[in-house]
């Protein structure tokens, strides 16, 4: 009896939480839909629907909503970030879990001390140092900025190759192969659920940053600029009786290719986090 009291309260504290966080989704999603163009907080369904804001967004940009260039640069940095930060991480991993050499420990001790502060700690001397090298207002720039240390972040990828059999890698190495070899052939081949987890770790991270857009990014013209700033431009108290419905409709179709990428990955992506939680 008592282990059923118990689950109904648990059952019931998960309904309200997921409902708590689902509402501003949902308003988010409802507006977006919305005829009225500005904020409207008296009424959480809109009073009359339409598909105008899409129509806006995606077929007919202004000076101040130019979403489709947007979407393209935002994609384009995420996309080589992705690949760039997915070949650090994977490699550092793997060496750091299957390499023994000099400095390993203390190397492990303080990319994971780094680790503790926030990146955008950084971002003044980060903005100088491209400065200096002509990059701020590129997508170089800002593609650099993103893969430069994402090899620290090697700990969950390092925790699953350090399930891997050694003597997978061990009989390769009596054949012949080398490193680079077993890394390619033997380890990446069965390492799928981690490959995942990491590639989609660094589409997400230029996907959704705004700090380092907006710093690096600075010229001011719309056409250059990311998803996540050219949508908070229109937050501007000038701007958001006119385009907060096209706002919404933005932060909606930003979440779609995450959502389609997690519903298709979802079982590598929680094998991956499990895998690499077994070993530190």
């Not at 690949?83 to 991993?93: A, E, G, H, R, T």
């Not at 903005?127 to 990059?135: T, V």
């Not at 958001?240 to 909606?252: D, K, L, P």
């Amino acid at each position: 009896m008592k282990k059923t009291i118990k689950s109904i309260i648990r059952h019931l504290i998960l309904s309200v939480l997921a409902i708590v966080w689902l509402i501003p989704i949902i308003w988010l999603f409802c507006t977006s839909f919305s005829a009225y163009p500005g904020i409207n907080i008296s009424k959480f369904f809109p009073e009359k629907w339409t598909l105008q804001n899409y129509r806006l967004l995606l077929f007919d940009t202004d000076t101040v909503a130019q979403f489709p260039n947007w979407f393209m640069n935002t994609l384009m940095i995420a996309v080589f970030t992705c690949i760039i930060s997915s070949m650090f991480v994977l490699m550092v991993s793997y060496a750091i879990s299957c390499m023994r050499f000099k400095m390993r420990k203390p190397f492990m001790n303080i990319a994971i001390l780094l680790n503790l502060f926030p990146g955008f700690l950084a971002m003044i001397a980060v903005y100088f140092i491209l400065k200096s090298l002509n990059m701020t207002n590129t997508r170089i720039g800002l593609i650099l900025v993103y893969s430069g240390s994402s090899g620290l972040g090697y700990l969950v990828a390092k925790g699953f190759f350090d399930t891997i059999s050694k003597s997978l890698r061990e009989a390769a190495s009596i054949e012949g192969a080398s490193q680079l070899q077993i890394f390619t052939k033997i380890v990446l081949p069965i390492s799928k659920p981690i490959i995942v987890y990491t590639v989609i770790s660094a589409f997400l991270v230029p996907w959704m940053d705004f700090i380092f857009a907006r710093i690096i990014l600075n010229s001011g013209i719309s056409s250059e600029q990311t998803v996540a700033i050219g949508l908070y431009r229109m937050l501007d108290k000038t701007l958001i009786n006119s385009y907060f419905a096209r706002f919404c409709a933005g932060g909606v179709i930003v979440s779609i290719p995450i959502s389609v990428l997690f519903m298709f990955m979802q079982k590598f992506y929680v094998e991956g986090i499990t895998g690499g939680s077994v070993k530190g």
